[in-house]
């Protein structure tokens, strides 16, 4: 596929036809990302890099814009092989101008396919996303002093920086307009040549587009994404009559170019998949939020628990995901509780979550009476990494009283409560040899082992993945409680 292969013609495909996408991920929700769009839409030849999750399916931009860990879904246009990087500004340009343009009837099928996905021809399916998207509010500072460094800063950095930040991108993509002044001073020389020089593509006249590339590695030190852009963007007028329109185009073409590949994509909705409409107040990135829920097993009538819910964001998730389930959230501050429930009330689930205020080392809650945890562990000034050598077993001691036999537990730990998880565990399990638990995805995979301590002896580890908060990186940890021997609990 890397290989340049011929463009199939995407119109001649048969009604039941699938289309070739891609969505960006954050660093570690690849996998989680691959395992949805196999169960969610049954998609097919799915491929994960790092960062995109490329798949053909036939749904239909509703179902499509159901996806909960990715973060912006693409109409892919063209997926190739990195470009070979030569010193030579122009011959550069050149072999872009002919990678992305080349081949207009190809173009012009896609074209066709991105118009019936809105609806605009064949079957409405379109599920208009900025209509139905509430603006995700950000909490000032000072209504969130009570939240970890952590949760401020990952709400400070917007979903489509923290992928790029994945990828190491020398430049950002320009995705916002009034940021772009490079591009707008090229769009009265472009808008002045969208005339229509070729003829071929007179029905497309009335089309708006515009370019928005990233680049990174060797090609980052030929040419900036602007000068990328504007090359684009004159061949794309040239040959098709299309117009630009920097501020409201009908669509936008993604250019990303690495070292690893040259993919160009349509976006198919304006806000990332990762703004929830249903989250008022953003806490924990909400994919992250999925992803933690998504391993927790949640089947009809389980009873969930989040004892350090913050905003609610992971409630938030499960709830609307699994609504068959009943939650319980639980947080130390009331600022914090006030904020989960005007996310609940926002959300429409008041019915389904409950909330209370208590202390995670000491919860009003009768003894193995949930089927699932989940926590965002919090970390930083108020948890410092000395205080977490004591408080971290407390925590986990608290869990395993209240988490039924067979049921899951599943935490996000910052680096060094992962790195203390990590000396527990191998602590408590002594010259234990078991094997360390596979993982989602490769390399990740601490050498927890099963408890043998005194703290968490019935906690068995089942699984670690790295994830990326956007600045920093995180690890979602599994356990399952095991039944303690006879006589032993
Ligand atoms: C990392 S934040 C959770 C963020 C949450 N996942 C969200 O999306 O908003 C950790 C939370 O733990 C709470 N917390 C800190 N110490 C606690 C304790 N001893 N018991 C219960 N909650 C506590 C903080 O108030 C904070 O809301």
Not at 83 to 93: E, S
Not at 150 to 161: N, P, T
Not at 191 to 217: M, Y
Request: aromatic content about 6%; glycine content about 8%; charged content about 25%.
């Amino acid at each position: 596929e890397e290989a340049s292969p011929p463009q199939p013609s995407l119109l001649n495909m048969s009604s039941a036809e699938a289309g070739r996408f891609f969505c960006t991920a954050g660093r570690g929700m690849e996998p989680f990302l691959a395992r949805e769009l196999h169960t969610r839409l049954g998609a097919a030849e799915v491929d994960s890099v790092s960062g995109k999750v490329f798949f053909s399916t036939a749904a239909g931009l509703g179902e499509l814009s159901k996806l909960r860990s990715g973060e912006r879904l693409f109409l892919l246009v063209k997926k190739h092989r990195a470009l070979q990087v030569a010193r030579n500004k122009g011959k550069m340009l050149h072999e872009i101008k002919s990678l992305v343009v080349g081949e207009p009837k190809y173009w012009l099928d896609i074209i066709s396919v991105w118009r019936k996905l809105h609806g605009h021809e064949g079957k409405k399916d379109d599920v208009s996303r900025e209509e139905n998207t509430l603006p995700v509010k950000r909490k000032s500072e000072e209504e969130t002093n009570t939240a970890s460094k952590r949760q401020k800063m990952e709400q400070a950095v917007s979903e489509e920086c923290q992928v790029e930040a994945a990828e190491r991108c020398v430049s950002p993509e320009r995705m916002n307009h009034q940021e772009c002044s490079t591009e707008s001073e090229i769009s009265s020389e472009l808008l002045s040549k969208g005339s229509g020089e070729n003829p071929t593509a007179n029905h497309h006249l009335s089309f708006t587009f515009r370019v928005s590339c990233r680049c990174s590695g060797a090609i980052a030190k030929i040419l900036t994404p602007q000068e990328i852009g504007r090359a684009i963007g004159v061949a794309l007028v040239k040959q098709f009559g299309w117009r630009v329109d920097l501020r409201n185009p009908d669509l936008e073409i993604f250019v990303h170019l690495n070292d690893i590949h040259s993919v160009v994509g349509i976006p198919l909705f304006r806000l990332p998949l990762a703004n929830r409409d249903y989250i008022r107040t953003a806490g924990l990135r909400s994919t992250v939020a999925w992803a933690m829920a998504s391993l927790a097993e949640i089947s009809a009538g389980a009873l969930v628990l989040d004892p350090m819910c913050g905003l609610g964001t992971i409630l938030l998730e499960a709830a609307k995901e699994w609504p068959e389930a009943f939650y319980w959230g639980a947080d130390i501050s009331d600022s914090q509780l006030e904020g989960a429930d005007g996310n609940i009330r926002a959300a429409g689930l008041v019915d389904k979550i409950e909330l209370l205020q208590a202390s995670v080392k000491a919860l009003p809650l009768p003894s193995e009476s949930f089927d699932s945890i989940i926590s965002d562990i919090p970390f930083g000034k108020k948890f410092k990494v000395t205080n977490d050598t004591q408080l971290l077993p407390g925590i986990l001691q608290e869990m395993e009283r209240l988490l039924r036999v067979g049921g899951t537990l599943i935490l996000l730990l910052s680096q060094d409560l992962h790195q203390l998880m990590d000396n527990l565990t191998k602590k408590s399990a002594g010259n234990d040899s078991s094997e360390p638990k596979k993982t989602l995805n490769n390399g990740n995979s601490s050498s927890l082992a099963n408890g043998g301590g005194e703290s968490f002896r019935f906690l068995v580890p089942d699984g670690v993945f790295g994830v990326s908060l956007g600045k920093t990186d995180a690890f979602i940890h599994k356990f399952r409680k095991i039944s303690p021997p006879a006589g032993n609990w």
